[in-house]
């Protein structure tokens, strides 16, 4: 059987012994940064293949930074951290691994960032489809708009931002949609809830950039450089506005936990025919590859781990 474990105060326990006090400050704050990666099972192989580590534990140690919070592991310790945890609970099926970096102080009057304590915890879940879907989405332009850089910076991700995100998922899903799309403040197009967005209009691949309010994403990043690198296809960085989407001939959304997943209506307009377009479908087999390992080229975004056998 394979164990459920979590790594907190520099040890590896059992996830039932992984707690917090009442008083934690990020419980009351939301000053927290998390990440979320995934490790993909191969079967083939017999590994789980951890995806893009490296650069997912940049852009955490790039959010601690803001929120002033000090961890005393650089990124290659926490990907060895990170092996050791994957290798050391045995799944050998796909997982999401939450690493956690947060304000542990005590203290709940106090909103002094230099003045409290942290902590580092590490935990890993089995994990299949984040959005699971007949076709394609069904997503509603949301009535939240997403964060401003100069209230809390979505670039990183702490974890208060996310009521963001909280609020424009409860809102679309009780309405009957499975993803919301949020619009910045200035009402272009910034991203899905936990994904990032990408439209295809005549063959070009269009995606908002940093400056409309977007988490840079690493599976926005991977897609962009295999839409170049292997289909020969040029991507553009620009403001989109809400109305392109309605009128593009493909809309998909990208993130570690939601992978490539195609749009096939938004406000209750069918995306073209309203199917799954066919740079959409190509991406997904490409992508599902080689976040497995299974594809040579891209083998050097993959960290390997092997499952102990439980
Ligand atoms: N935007 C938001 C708001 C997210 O939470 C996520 C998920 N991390 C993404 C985009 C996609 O980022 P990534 O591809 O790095 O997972």
Redesign the pocket.
């Known amino acids: 059987m394979p164990k459920d474990l979590a790594f907190i105060g520099g040890k590896t326990v059992a996830i039932e012994d992984a707690k917090v006090g009442i008083m934690t400050h990020a419980l009351h704050y939301g000053t927290a940064i998390f990440e979320?990666i995934r490790a993909n099972w191969n079967e083939d192989k017999s590994k789980l293949f951890i995806f893009r580590p490296w650069e997912?534990y940049e852009r955490f140690l790039q959010g601690c930074s803001i929120l002033k919070i000090e961890i005393p592991y650089d990124v290659e310790a926490l990907c060895r951290i990170t092996v050791d945890l994957v290798e050391e609970c045995g799944y050998r099926q796909d997982l999401y691994i939450r690493p956690l970096a947060f304000k542990s102080a005590q203290k709940i009057a106090n909103l002094k960032l230099h003045e409290l304590d942290d902590e580092f915890a590490l935990m890993t879940v089995p994990f299949g489809n984040y959005l699971d879907l007949e076709g394609g989405a069904r997503c509603c332009t949301s009535s939240w708009r997403r964060m401003e850089d100069t209230m809390i910076p979505?670039r990183v991700?702490i974890a208060g931002l996310y009521v963001n995100?909280i609020l424009a998922k409860t809102e679309a899903v009780m309405a009957g949609f499975d993803e919301a799309i949020m619009l910045n403040n200035d009402g272009n197009v910034s991203?899905?809830?936990?994904?990032?967005i990408f439209m295809v209009v005549k063959g070009q691949i269009i995606t908002p950039p940093s400056s409309d309010n977007?988490?840079m994403?690493?599976?926005?990043n991977t897609i962009a450089q295999l839409v170049q690198q292997e289909m020969g296809l040029e991507v553009v960085e620009r403001t989109i506005k809400r109305s392109e989407l309605y009128l593009a001939d493909e809309v998909f959304l990208?993130?570690?936990?939601a992978h490539l997943t195609p749009v096939g209506h938004i406000d209750n307009r069918p995306i073209a025919d309203g199917e799954i377009g066919p740079i959409g479908s190509q991406l997904i087999n490409l992508y599902s590859d080689v976040i497995r390992g299974k594809n040579p080229k891209y083998e050097h975004w993959c960290l390997p781990a092997s499952p102990k056998l439980v």
């Open positions: 979320g997912h979505p991700k995100s991203e899905g809830t936990g994904e990032n977007i988490l994403g690493i599976t926005r990208t993130g570690t936990a």
